[in-house]
């Protein structure tokens, strides 16, 4: 008899720290559920600065630039002049070499390097997004 009493005693006390444990871990989902807000807030922000700072600049007038602003070669006859579609400067063929889709052209366009790396780190942090959060319904 004291044997099973006390293994009943041992399945509550296993049952509370569960519950406690649920509630933690819920605590934590709302947590990082919160979190996960902030980041895509910051990275709106992020985006409207940096299109801010592009619409500022402006698209550059090839007349206006000698020298591609990623490398610094000055352009001439066999260095040719090529717009970033993203941020709209001036680059050389070597600083940019990448096509990829942007807001503002449905088809892959030509942008910097830069701005490739913006695009592809952006895209591949929504990447990310979009598996976690399919990977937590999956789970429910």
């Known amino acids: 008899r004291r044997v099973h ?3 009943e005693a041992e399945v509550l006390v296993l ?3 569960l ?3 649920r509630d933690a871990v819920d605590k934590l989902a709302i ?3 919160g979190l996960l807000n902030e980041i895509s807030r910051l990275e709106a922000a992020l985006d409207a600065a940096l ?5 500022a600049e402006g698209w550059v007038e090839n007349s206006a630039v000698v020298a591609c602003v990623g490398c610094e070669r000055k352009f ?3 260095r040719r002049r090529h717009h970033c579609r993203n941020c709209g400067l001036v680059f050389c063929d070597e600083c940019s070499t990448h096509r990829v889709k942007v807001p503002s052209s ?6 910097c390097n830069e701005c490739n790396t913006i695009i ?3 895209r591949a942090s929504k990447e990310r997004e979009r598996d976690r959060v399919s990977s937590t319904r999956g789970s429910g």
């Open 106 to 111: 449905p088809d892959p366009v030509r942008v």
């Open 19 to 21: 519950a406690r444990q």
């Open 5 to 7: 009493g006390r293994a």
């Open 76 to 78: 001439g006859l066999l």
């Open 120 to 122: 592809a780190t952006k």
């Open 15 to 17: 049952r509370d720290e």
């Open 31 to 33: 947590r990082k559920s």
């Open 51 to 55: 299109q801010a700072d592009r619409d």
